[in-house]
């Protein structure tokens, strides 16, 4: 039997997930997604932007990369964003499970608020030219922060 105070908990720590994945999420820019497709297993380091409503990820990419292509096939993937460190007690970091979709046309301005300087870049803009502006979105998260303790991990079905 559930109680009514049980909700109010469970509710409490469901915001207070969101908040700490929120703020990761702002706090960095890299990911690393993993795909799955003929050839097997792919991982690529991309740079992301969060949506207002943090529930999908925004990153631009070839669409002839393996990581895309393999997407073509499989649209689950992996991804994960963590800080680096070499003591156990400071790991800390998300693992996200999802699928990938094209991103709207709208969206790019999001991507170039938190990335302004890609547009302008005369670097990236050739190959900002043939690439696609895709959309990770999140079905599941899972919070580790082994400064709360070893293996501490909070996690939140979409």
């Known amino acids: 039997m559930t109680r009514h105070t049980d909700y109010i908990i469970n509710l409490s720590l469901i915001e207070i997930l969101m908040e700490s994945v929120?703020?990761?999420l702002e706090e960095h820019n890299t990911m690393t997604l993993a795909t799955v497709g003929k050839k097997g297993i792919s991982a690529a380091a991309v740079f992301y932007a969060e949506t207002k409503?943090?529930?999908?990820l925004l990153f631009v990419s070839n669409p002839k990369s393996e990581?895309?292509?393999?997407?073509?096939?499989?649209?689950?993937c992996a991804a994960t964003i963590q800080n680096d460190g070499l003591e156990w007690e400071i790991i800390k970091g998300l693992q996200l499970k999802g699928?990938?979709?094209l991103a709207e046309n709208s969206e790019w301005d999001i991507y170039f608020e938190?990335?302004?300087?890609?547009?302008?870049?005369?670097?990236?803009a050739k190959p900002l030219e043939k690439a696609i502006l895709y959309k990770f979105i999140i079905s599941w998260?899972?919070?580790?922060?082994n400064s709360k303790g070893f293996g501490k991990r909070l996690e939140f079905n979409f």
């Open 22 to 24: 929120q703020k990761y």
């Open 53 to 56: 409503k943090y529930d999908s």
């Open 67 to 76: 990581h895309i292509t393999n997407s073509y096939i499989e649209k689950k």
């Open 99 to 101: 699928h990938l979709e």
């Open 114 to 124: 938190k990335f302004p300087y890609v547009k302008n870049n005369k670097i990236l």
């Open 141 to 145: 998260i899972r919070l580790i922060d």
